[in-house]
């Protein structure tokens, strides 16, 4: 039994592959798109239910704000055997082509955390498998879904992207924002860099699709800046690209 997720392997039925989401809320609507779902319990912020692509098992389950709670999530999944994971979150436009309602495929991500650093040296780069990105950008293209793929930002304080110039660091935060939007990351959010380098580390597959939610460089362009939070779009890519890589692998 894992201490914080508190789940065991016989629980997962042979599941090799995981969809997470940082929103317990966000588990169950996933499940839904599973066949034969059941809920296997609740732990701090890990949620976690079953289900089946196709007959074969699928592990849904939550992992919190932040990149601490996400690495707790991917050590104790790839110990019980999980082997492939995609992320569905959501994120903030960066670039002014990415609107509210597109899906954001992550290729890598700047590693602005925290957590990463306790694993591998800032030089070690945060890079999704790159079958899992294959995956998930077929689905989109099968779905007919708008999407984006590259680099995301990763940062720890959600408060010192959204209001940077209060912060007493604000000549840092604001300089590198600048910083990324040139370099061409596409969106911001919170737990892609712990996952990629986690993964990497414990040599497991991960992935990472992102719902747009709005875009705060369009507000200051005064661009339209719609806002969007129907999250159902990135979780079809997510399943679609799951039953793929299952075809792929054999299963």
Request: glycine share 14%; with cysteine; proline share 5%.
């Given at each position: 039994?894992?201490?914080?997720?508190?789940?065991?392997?016989?629980?997962?039925?042979?599941?090799e592959y995981a969809i997470l989401a940082?929103?317990?809320?966000?588990?169950e609507a996933i499940a839904q798109h599973l066949e034969r779902p059941k809920r296997l319990g609740q732990n701090r912020e890990?949620?976690?239910?079953?289900?089946?692509?196709q007959?074969?098992?699928?592990?849904?389950?939550?992992?919190g704000i932040g990149g601490p709670s996400t690495a707790i999530a991917v050590e104790e999944l790839a110990q019980?055997?999980?082997k492939t994971m995609i992320r569905v979150g959501t994120s903030g436009g960066m670039q002014q082509q990415?609107?509210?309602?597109?899906?954001?495929?992550?290729?890598a991500a700047i590693r602005q955390d925290g957590t990463s650093r306790e694993y591998l040296p800032i030089e070690y780069p945060a890079v999704a498998d790159f079958d899992v990105t294959a995956a998930l950008k077929q689905a989109a293209l099968r779905l007919g879904q708008r999407h984006h793929v590259g680099v995301v930002q990763c940062k720890d304080s959600f408060y010192g992207q959204h209001s940077p110039q209060r912060m007493p660091v604000s000549y840092e935060l604001l300089s590198k924002w600048d910083a990324w939007i040139?370099?061409?990351?596409?969106a911001s959010e919170m737990e892609t860099a712990a996952l990629f380098t986690v993964a990497s580390v414990l040599r497991v597959r991960a992935g990472a699709?992102?719902?747009?939610?709005w875009n705060q460089e369009r507000d200051k362009a005064g661009l339209p800046h719609e806002e969007c939070h129907d999250t159902q779009g990135v979780i079809q890519l997510a399943v679609q690209a799951v039953a793929e890589l299952m075809a792929q692998d054999g299963q």
């Open positions: 039994m894992q201490y914080h997720i508190q789940l065991d392997a016989p629980m997962l039925e042979g599941a940082g929103d317990p809320g966000r588990i890990y949620t976690s239910f079953l289900g089946y692509v007959g074969r098992p699928l592990l849904v389950m939550s992992h019980l055997g999980i990415v609107r509210a309602g597109d899906a954001v495929i992550v290729q040139q370099g061409g990351a596409l699709v992102m719902l747009c939610i």
